[in-house]
């Protein structure tokens, strides 16, 4: 993604307050939709549904034929959008028609239709209100479902202004009479409707149509021919799998409960001479059900949920943060819609920090699918050699970030802390200052008894993995770690030849490094024998948990290991929660904190109670909850330094709902969350703490 | 679940309205048609009839002011109509006309979407073709600025009128 267009988009003053106001309203209208709906219910049944349903994919598509067939409608099945724009021509000039009337159809965007009829002489109309305004700029939906949200009113009613040679003043009520009247014509005249559909019946053979401003139905109806473009994945087998995507979409897209038209067509209706034509389009999407590894992706309701909740969309939009189908699920489309040249970029847009997945309406493990395709990426040279160098041997790991920081020493400020790097780094300290790398990493400065594991009797057995930032930056909170652990009955052991867990090359690409050292630190945790693996970066607790047994389920001596040692592998704050309620209260007041919840620990491990309850119970803090406590700080590991302008912005969100929250200390249980937060902190002169649960926790026992 | 029907119905926008019976309903239809022309949809006789005396103008479905239909069913989770829109002429006029006027039987009225699932069901198997929509509120969008407007190409207002027996 080129630069300029980023910064374009960050400096895009309208665009940001819009995404912005979006991004607060949405959770609370989303949350009111479904006041008294289990959406776990729903969408876990609707994942189950779409599942099944995509495994056999090709029947379904002979079933949905042969009945819409037998409803009377004619139905075209398309392998390429090329077909199906050529299919739609034909149908249109066999009409002898040559103006097409539509309603919102993201098929139709998928295969660029209105391109392709306007060039054989087919006047098209867009009549959705977002896809007509984009029609008249000449752009692209920047979201699935508003697909002009980026237009503020003045460039509406200019744009208006220009279509009906009047002139429109940036009045929203004025401008959508306008539509209204200006579109009313084509909806009368237009000789062929199309739209397309949210959901199609195999057993009957209709599809349903969701809807808010009516002109479905218009464009369904008033022109005797109606078109509807349907991408193959929306078959479902029956009445009752497509209720439960009509009652999840307008609830996750807009926070609506329902639109307010929710229509049901089978069949051309009354027999005046109408023809329904069906277009199913499959553009590799046979190919991708069948796919054991991505075809989940096909799920997908479109209800543009994944953007909506994004961290990195709310700065850049569509336009940036997609293709045609945009958000989480659109970097995940784009490769198998519209080939990988088209994805590479924005594939490595994603901050990996599973917001999407929490929402998804059919439950995709959108990120992990992000992240699995940036294998496919073409790599930077050299990055496999230095992946493979650096992360395999943590000291020389270690001594490499050292000398760079010895170079940079000038750039020290007071209290250690670098504020500005030479020119061509200096974006990655933009908004933040940074801490040093430490004199001496945690693995030297462990206590030489405990290298040792300590006698039986002496109470579980616990393994500190640190992590790479908590044990080169912050050794002093490797050693609150490990002291609190041992004060909490713990016999704590450092295998000295733990090595990086590997996200890093996972994010990059470089699965092979990844599944190297998945394998290497697998044999170096069960080397010895304990009761738990305990990491203060959940970052770590994921990859291990989550990563390691995906990474190597094709080899099953591994794959039982990594199993054996998932099961065992916590958070610093889980394992110590589990201490809880057996009288242990910490004796003074904690003062009061605000607790951000770091991505990895929320979404990635599924943690949110236990270090709340440490820190009120063991620490003795009053918790004071922050807006969005559980929303990306930007970090994101190294995408802070691919990406610093965007990492920059979530941070500030951040930052803000900190200060807004008036407490003197922000309590993470992640180090990259730590280091984010405190020099966007210390860069805006805010004498706000930043301290790792462990650390409070060990201040505590003191 | 009247009550429910009626919240979810106003929170969307819809006007409600109770009648005991035709001869109070039709005034209350006259003074929404104002003179001007009166389309409808799926009518059950007893409607048509006194629609048919409201008819007053000529113009073509599109000029229309008034459109009014009969639902089969509503859904109090949402407030939403159930509206058998079959035939393609009547469909075009609850579409066009500004003000959509639609009797609703308390009756009928379900608790949500899936337990109209049977009935869907019926109407989806009853004969080769079928076109029915769920109509919640009048028509809407946010496409600009995100501002909710009402009234883009459908029903600028939605009257909801509940008579027992309809």
Known sequence: MADATIDKKINDKFLRRALKNFATAYPVARAKAFEGIDFEALRGRIAQNKCAGLKELPELIVRFTASATAAGAKVHLCRTPEDA??????????????????????????????????????????????????????????????????????????????????????????????????LRSGFLEGQVGMSGANVAMADSGAMAIVTNEGNGRLVTTLPKTHIALIGVEKIVPTLAEALDVIEVLPKNATGQKITSYVSFIKGPTAGDGRELHIVLLDNGRVKLAADPNFGQALQ?????????????????????????????????????????????????????????????????????LIVDLRDRIKKPFGQKFLFATMLKNRKLFHTALRTAY????????????????????????????????????????????????????????????????????????????????????????????????????????????????????????????????????????????????????????????ARRLAAKTLNYSELVARKMGSGLRAQGSGGTVTYHDACHMRRGCGVKEEPRKVLAELVG???????????????GGSYSLKYPEISREVLQNKIANIKESGAPTVAVDCPGCRLQIEGGLEASGERINVEHTASLVAKSLK | ?????????????????????????????????????????????????????????????????LCVSRAEAGIAATGSLLIDLKSAEERGATALAPIHAVFLDPATIVPDIYSLGERIQQLLSAGDQAYFSLTTGPSRTADIERVLTIGVHGAKELHILIMEGV
């Open chain 1, 85 to 182: 724009n050529r299919t739609i021509l034909e149908i249109i000039k066999g009409k002898g028609a040559d103006f097409l009337v539509k309603s919102k159809s993201m098929t139709s965007e998928e295969t660029e239709l209105n391109h392709y009829l306007e060039e054989n002489g087919i006047r098209c109309l867009e009549t959705d209100l977002g896809e007509w305004i984009i029609q008249l700029a000449g752009e692209k939906p920047s979201h699935m479902v508003m697909p002009a949200i980026h237009k503020n009113k003045e460039e509406v009613a200019e744009l208006f202004s220009k279509a009906t040679g009047s002139d429109c003043p940036p009045d929203i009520p004025f401008l959508v009479q306008k539509a209204r009247e200006t």
């Open chain 1, 406 to 561: 010895l170079a940079q020493k000038p750039l020290q400020g007071e209290g250690g802390r670098i504020r500005h790097l030479p020119l061509m780094f200096d974006s990655a300290a933009a908004g933040k200052s940074l801490p040093p790398i430490a004199e001496k990493p945690y693995r030297d400065l462990v206590p030489a008894e405990s290298r040792r594991p300590k006698g039986e009797g002496k109470g579980e057995k616990v393994l500190f993995y640190s992590g790479c930032l908590a044990d080169f930056v912050y050794p002093e909170l490797c050693r609150d770690t490990q002291e609190s652990l041992e004060k909490l009955g713990y016999a704590v052991s450092f295998p000295q030849k733990q090595s990086c867990c590997g996200i890093p090359a996972r994010y990059s690409g470089e699965m092979d490094i990844a599944r190297d050292m998945a394998r290497i630190n697998i044999d170096v945790l069960l080397e010895e024998e304990a009761d738990y693996v305990v990491t203060i970066c959940p970052t770590c607790t994921m990859s291990i948990s989550h990563d390691f047994p995906k990474l190597l389920a094709a080899e099953p001596e591994y794959l039982e290991k």
């Open chain 2, 1 to 65: 679940m009247v009550n429910k029907f009626i919240q979810s119905a106003e929170a969307v926008g819809a006007t409600i309205k109770h009648f005991s019976g035709l001869d109070e309903a039709g005034p209350y239809l006259a003074s929404l048609a104002n003179g001007g022309t009166v389309t409808t949809s799926s009518l059950p006789p007893q409607l048509a009839t006194l629609c048919s005396g409201m008819a007053s103008g000529s113009a073509a479905p599109a000029d229309a002011t």
């Open chain 1, 621 to 635: 803090a009053e918790i004071r909850e922050m807006a969005d406590c559980d929303k990306c700080c930007g970090f």
């Open chain 1, 300 to 368: 997908c309701v479109k209800c543009g949920a994944c953007a909506n909740v994004c961290p990195i969309y709310e700065i850049v939009g569509g336009h940036v943060f997609g293709h045609i189908y945009v958000g989480g699920i659109g970097l995940v489309l784009t490769p198998f819609f519209h080939g990988m040249e088209n994805a590479e970029e924005i594939l490595k847009l994603c901050i990996g920090c599973r917001k999407c997945n929490e929402v998804c309406a059919a439950k995709i493990d959108i990120e992990g």
